[in-house]
Each structure stands twice: as C-alpha cells, then as structure tokens.
C-alpha cells in the first residue's frame, strides 16, 4: 500500500468520521444532562431529509442547514417533551422518533419530489463544496506534507471543520463555564442542582437542544456535503454508531473524536477495500460492509472496560423529601 | 410560648401552614416562631411532617394555606432559589452533593460569579479558607465527594450554605450517618454558627440530641404542632409523652440474661464483596443462647456483610456451627432457605429492598422464605386461605395498623412494615434471630413494641445477633457488645462496664488498648 492510498483513506476517515462525531457530540450533551438519547439516528436522517429538500428547491445549502437543523430540532423538542416534561421513558421516547423519522422522511419525499423517496440530486449552490486551503495546490507535490496538508487537511466542505472545531468547544463549555459545571452536575445528581436554586428541566431542555443542532448539522453534512441529496435511510445506523463511539469515550469530547476516528477508518477500510482477494479466497463486499459494526460490537463488549454512565442519565427527575 | 425576653423580631415565624398530599395531610395549621441566634429543636416521629414542614420552607413543596415571615417581613418562597435568597439554607437528610465533583465545585453549584469558572473557583477556594477558619470546617477543597467521609460531606453541605451567606440554617437528621465523636463534633459547630448569630433548626428523633444542642423545642405528631417548650423546662419522658400522645417506656424493660450454651459459633469468618473488596476481616464470636448479642459500629464497616452472610445472602470463608453443627458458608446448603431450615431466622437490615416485596399484600409478605411449608401447601397449590388466617393471627398478635392481610406493604407506615417483618420470623420460633437495624425508621411506639418481643425471644432461651448503628439501641438491648470497624471486631464489652464515649472510640477504629 502506498503512502498516496494511505492518505486518501485517511482523507475518508475524516469525512466519515464528521456525521458520526457531530452525533456523537450531540449525544454527549444530551446524556451528560441525564437524557439517553436513542433518537440520535432519527433526528440526523430527519435533518438530511429537510436539508436536502430545501436546498434543492431554494438552491441554498444554507437554507438547507437551516431547514435541517430546525427538523432536528422540533424532534428533539419532542424528545424533551416525553422525557422531560412528561417524565416518559426515554429509551422508548428514542425509539418512536427513529421510527417517526424513518418513515416520515421517505412518505414526505415521495409526495414533493415523487422521485421513488428521495430528494432531486444537488447540484452547484445547494451542495457545501469543498474549503481550499492558501497554498494547497502549489504544495501538492512537496513530499510527506504536500499530501497531509493538500489532501488530508485542506479539501473539506466547512462543516468538517465545524465538527473537529466543536470538540475543542465542547470540553471547554463542559469544564470551564458555568453552564458546563451545571450540565455535568444534573446528569449526575438533579436534587444537588434543585436544591442550589438551579432549574433541572431548564438545563436538561438546553441540552435537549444542543443535541438538536448538531444532529441537525450531521443530517446536513450527511445529505449536502458527503452526499448529493437524500435518499432512503441514508444514515444507516449512524446514530448507533455514534452512541456506541459515547460509552467507548466514556462521555468525555476528545476521547469521543478518537472513537469516532475509529469508527470512520474502519467504514473508510471498508469502502476503499471491497472484495479482498487472500490468496484465492475472495472476502466478499459484504463482509467488508459489515466490518465496522460488527467491530463495533466487538469493541463495545471487549475493550471498553467499565464505562460508567452519568448517574441520572435515564432517570426522569421527581422531587422528594 | 412564654418568652419574657422578646428581644428582637423573629427569624423565621410560619403562620398556619397547612399541607395536604392527596387525602393525607402533612401540616396542619402550624404555626411556629423562632427566635434569632437560637437553636430550635423539631422533633416528632417518622410521618409526623416534620420533613414536609421544612421542605415549604425550603421551596420543595408549595403549602396549601399559610404565611411565612422571614425576619419579620412576609416572604413567598416558591423554590429553592427564593428560600436561598431568604437567607435559608438547609442540610438534607441525603446530601445533595455530586459524587464526582470536587467539595470546591459542589460548593460554588449555583453560586457562580460568572459564566467562566475559574474566577469563582478561585473566589469560593478563598472564601472556604475563611469559613474553614471562622467555624472550624475543615475540608481539603479539591477533594472528590465520592472519595470523603459522611462526616466530611455533611461540612461540605453546612458549608455550601454558609456560602450562600445562609443565616437560617436547617439540618434534617444530621446524625444518622455519624459516629458518636462525629455528632460531638457537629455539635461544637452549630453552637459556634449559633454564637455568630445564625439561627439553626434542628429535626430529629432523637431525644438525647434536642436535650443536650436545643434552647426550644417543638413537637408534631400527626401533622399537627402539639407543642412549643423551652428545652430546659421539659425532660426526655415529657417529650416522648407529647410525640406519641402517651406514655412511652424510654428504656427497654428487661431481667438480667442468663446464657446458656453457644448457639452461634463464628470463626474467622470472612467476607470479600462484589467488588474484591474485603468487608469483613477474620472475625471470630458466640452468641449463646438466652442472650442478645449486640453490635455496634458506624454504617459500612462490615456489618451489614456480616448479618448477609449468616443470612444465607451472600457467600463467606472460614466456619461457623450452629449448635455444634457446622453450616456451609458457600456453595449448596449455603443459601437462605438452608439457613431458614436450620432455625435461623432473619429480619434483615433494610425492610423494603429485602425484607419485603413492596407491591405484595401482607399476607403474601408473611409468607415469604417459608412458602415451602407444608402448612401452606394444598397439593401442588398454595393454601392461601390457610396463609391468610395465619398472617391474621401475626397481625392482631404483632399488633399490626391497620389491621388488614389484603393491603400492599407499601401502605403501611415504617413501623408497621416491620411489625409483619419481626412476626414472620420471630413467629417461626427460630434458635438463633439475626436482627439488622429493627428500629431504623420506627416511631417510638413500635420501637418500644419491637424491643419487647426481641426481649421476649431472648428470655425463652434463644440467641439473638442484632446489629444497629444506633448505641442508644444497642445499651437498651444488648446483653453484651461487640464493636465492629473496617471488618475488624474491636473488642467485646458488657453494657454496664462501658459507655457511650469508649464504644465511640472503639466504633473510630481506636482499638482498647489505646483508649
């Protein structure tokens, strides 16, 4: 394998790595706040659905993002609603919303578009193109940090570098603000939050909704950048593997970035290599497409070790004496 | 209340506060005044509203009809946060801390100066250094909560109060987790917090603590406010007269033991917890018959694993023999119905986790660990008629409230659940009555009740093991003490050659020798 193909898998791990960590970011605000948040997968394919129509139909990615991050967002008012408000189960609260959206986004395409389920392929302005980096081109051909920089770095449309950016933002809201302390403190222990004057269903709704723009960014990137439209169930499983890359990180942002790193080599390894020939026994595409989740399992049952989850997380917060 | 010196505005005066959950109603029309700089003592038993009473005034609950004034001014208090403003602050019987934060951060939860936390780290670590020094409260700032003692907690709650600049402090049940020296130590610092003007209320159960820390003190039973009296006017026996609503036998009534011979033997028993953690380390005791043998020690330092062990709960090494036969500590003929067939009956230390099914009727509840006797059984079926006129029989012989099989443990007050916990198994006749905590959250007539059929179990010639972190409990009890510490015995004393202040220094882990 030469250094050329290594850079360009890696150059892939980066684009697949950005849906899964925006997800999983998503998700770590909304479970270090107490909510388990399986709904992860359906608020992204909802935003890519409505950002997909509406940049196709505006010509305005930007609309779209919108429109995408809005979709994302009433379910994850929803989500709230069930868990918060209503003390519901959250888990299934999840569960009715990946259903919502899995069918709710093909039935809505169908009626607009009547294109089979999907949304008209994007074409120039409705689609994030690709940020060249100052001198990208004129470095190509510089040996080792040509290709790291042209290809690895430069190339990518805003909204990876809106995903790597946030990891950094996120370990700074979580452990250098106020809001990050009170976050971090009602997925630990709501009463402390209660009893110090702090309203529990104010932060835990916050949470909710920070977790709804960044899924609705990942459900943008997913059908505006990576891909040129929407098409049926087009995050498939996303949202698991970005739950999955949460407890491997055990919560914590930078750690998150790596798994999710993880996560997008191994779908990139499996994209980039289909139908591996071992000496005359040929590996099927198949397998190859199913690698990354089955050593998603894997790895969640062998080398996670104890994960321990925030102390309120699932738990819907009822005042006693 | 007949206060000739009314020298200055109340701080906090409630004026008919009344409280309804449902049908039942928590507070009815209580009006209390507290006076400034003072220690005001609540007291009352389990359900008597004293925690609803404190948690209006704490913003957790919203009362129905009634005023109250906070330093002479009429004041709504709707959450916490306005019961914060107020000048209140409150020690919860459960902390209220986050396990894995720093004491700092724990301290500064709602009380930041701004939106970045670095500057109200570095303001509250400097005003926790004077504070520290102010009341002597001591606590390492960057300390993990979940790495402290519970004495080390409850500073860090007196002090996230003093944070907030409380001058009205409640404390609900302070005591409970603490060791005798501990309490000692919480004392010493109330009355310091008193001397600087804070005025402080007190709720508890315990009558020796409203005797020895109060100036005032009032009593509820039922919801209502029966009575507000100057501390130094009553006597322990006049309280507990006003609580119950009768007169209360304080000290259990009992005739010298006369032990027999060894029931339980124990050797070097040991202990290793789920976690590999060793509980209970290498410990080696008799309990004879006709005798109650009590131990002591602050929750968590073997005993609960002790009690488990010998309950058929959870597996052990070393031996043990029951009159003269040796019982398997794990493995088959180890687990609780082996324990039950060998007479040995168990009222284990937390009634509603394992001592009963919550949602079950009564009469099922009498049942359980004996659903295998043949006295139950109708061929392949339960008899349950023949179970419910025997849990008949226990209910009117245990004097069970209300007095009805067909009703949800959960519906029965703490006492009560107990009273059907202590009939199963003392029922059964056993040789040897393991008893965990019989009283923990019993009013004072049950607990009387209790005590006496303990009593009673005793002077038919049975052993008894009962465990308690109650020393009041354990000298009214015991016929002679053990003290447990970090899963060490720490010696053996009769009750009347010890007394409070050596078990409380054995119960700290200093060993005799030393003391």
Redesign the interface.
């Known amino acids: 394998m030469d250094f050329l193909t290594i850079i360009q898998v890696l150059d892939s791990t980066v684009r697949l790595a950005t849906p899964l960590l925006l997800a999983c970011l998503a998700g770590l605000f909304s479970e270090r706040a107490g909510i388990f948040d399986i709904g992860l997968e359906g608020k992204m394919l909802m935003s890519a659905f409505f950002s997909a129509a509406v940049a196709a139909v505006t010509g305005s990615v930007w609309l779209g993002l919108l429109a995408g991050i809005a979709a994302s967002l009433v379910l994850a008012g929803l989500h709230g609603l069930a868990s918060i408000t209503f003390r519901g189960n959250q888990l299934i609260s999840g569960v009715a919303i990946n259903f919502l959206a899995a069918g709710m986004t093909v039935l809505i395409a169908q009626d607009w578009f009547q294109q089979g389920g999907r949304t008209p392929s994007l074409i120039g302005g409705g689609r994030f193109g690709p940020i060249e980096w100052p001198l990208a081109e004129s470095l190509r051909e510089f040996p080792l940090i040509g290709p790291v920089y042209s290809e690895l770095l430069s190339g990518h449309s805003i909204l990876v570098y809106v995903a790597f950016l946030a990891v950094p933002a996120t370990w700074w809201v979580l452990f250098r603000t106020r809001f990050g302390l009170r976050l971090r403190a009602v997925g630990e222990n709501p009463a402390a939050v209660d009893t110090a004057g702090v309203s529990v269903v104010g932060l835990r709704y916050a949470a909710v909704a920070i977790c709804g723009v960044l899924c609705g960014i990942a459900g943008a990137y997913l059908a505006t950048a990576l891909q040129a439209g929407f098409v049926k169930d087009m995050t498939a499983g996303r949202g698991f593997i970005a739950l999955a890359a949460l407890i491997f990180a055990k919560w914590r942002p930078w750690h998150a970035m790596g798994a999710c790193l993880l996560f997008g080599l191994l779908q990139a390894i499996a994209l980039r290599f289909q139908n591996i020939d071992l000496g005359g026994v040929v590996i099927p595409v198949q397998v190859m497409d199913a690698l990354p989740y089955v050593l998603t399992v894997v790895i969640l049952a062998g080398f996670v070790g104890k994960a321990i989850p925030p102390r309120a997380g699932g738990e819907p917060y009822v005042k006693e004496r | 209340m007949e206060d000739k010196t009314i020298k200055a505005v109340p701080a906090i005066e409630l004026k008919g506060i009344s409280k309804s959950f449902g049908p039942v109603q928590a507070n009815k029309n209580i009006s209390i005044s507290v006076a400034p700089g003072t220690i005001h003592g609540i007291i009352g038993e389990n359900g008597a509203g004293k925690?609803?009473l404190m948690?209006i005034l704490?913003g957790?609950y919203k009362a129905d009809k009634g005023e109250i004034w906070i330093k002479g001014k009429k004041t709504e208090i709707p959450?916490?946060?306005?019961?914060?403003?107020a000048g209140i602050g409150?020690v919860?019987q459960h902390f209220?801390?986050?396990?894995?934060?720093t004491v700092l951060?724990?301290i500064?939860?709602?009380?930041?100066d701004?939106?970045?936390?670095?500057p109200?780290l570095a303001k509250a670590r400097k005003t926790l250094a004077e504070l520290a020094a102010e009341y002597e409260l001591n606590v390492n700032p960057d300390a993990v909560i979940e790495e402290i003692g519970v004495g080390q907690q409850q500073r860090v709650e007196i002090l996230?109060a003093l944070y907030r600049q409380a001058e009205i402090l409640i404390l609900d049940e302070p005591t409970g987790v603490l060791t005798p020296a501990e309490a000692d130590q919480l004392f010493r610092i109330l009355h310091r917090l008193k001397d600087e003007g804070k005025t402080i209320i007190l709720i508890t159960h315990k009558l020796r603590e409203i005797m020895e820390a109060t100036d005032t003190v009032s009593v509820m039973r039922r919801g209502e406010m029966t009575a507000t009296v100057k501390t130094s006017e009553t006597s322990p026996e006049h309280l507990a007269e006003l609580m119950v609503g009768r007169k209360v036998l304080l000290r259990v009534d009992k005739v010298p033991a006369r032990p027999g011979k060894p029931i339980l033997e124990i050797e070097n028993l040991r202990v290793v917890d789920e976690k590999g953690v060793e509980r209970v380390k290498g410990i080696d005791l008799t309990v004879r018959a006709g005798e109650i043998l009590g131990i002591a020690g602050v929750a968590g330092n073997g005993q609960s694993e002790l009690l488990e062990v010998l309950g058929g709960m959870r597996p052990g090494s070393g031996a043990i023999r029951l009159n003269g036969r040796a019982l398997p500590l794990s493995g088959p003929g180890s687990d609780a119905r082996a324990r039950r067939a060998a007479h040995v009956a168990h009222v284990p230390e937390d009634r509603q986790r394992e001592g009963l099914i919550m949602e079950f009727h009564a009469w099922e509840n009498v049942a359980f660990g004996y659903h295998h006797d043949p006295a139950y059984q109708s061929g392949i079926f339960m008899n349950n008629a023949a179970l419910r006129a025997d849990t008949d029989r226990k209910i009117e012989k245990f004097d069970v409230r209300p007095a009805d099989g067909w009703l949800a443990a959960k519906n029965f007050s703490g006492g009560n659940q107990q009273k059907i916990v202590v009939a199963r198994e003392i029922e059964r006749n056993p040789d040897l009555l393991l008893v965990g905590q019989p009283t923990r959250g019993v009013d004072i007539g049950a607990i009387e009740f209790i005590h006496k059929q303990i009593v009673a179990l005793r002077d038919q010639g049975k052993a008894v093991l009962l465990v308690s972190v109650e020393l009041e409990e354990i000298f009214g009890l015991a016929d002679r003490i053990a003290v447990m510490f970090d899963g060490h015995i720490m010696g053996e004393r009769l009750p009347h050659e010890t007394d409070e202040k050596e078990l409380g220094l054995l119960m700290a882990g200093v060993s005799g020798e030393a003391a």
């Open positions: 925690s609803t948690s704490y957790f959450d916490s946060q306005a019961a914060i403003a409150m919860f209220k801390l986050v396990q894995n934060f951060e724990n500064i939860l709602g009380a930041e701004g939106g970045l936390l670095q109200s996230k």
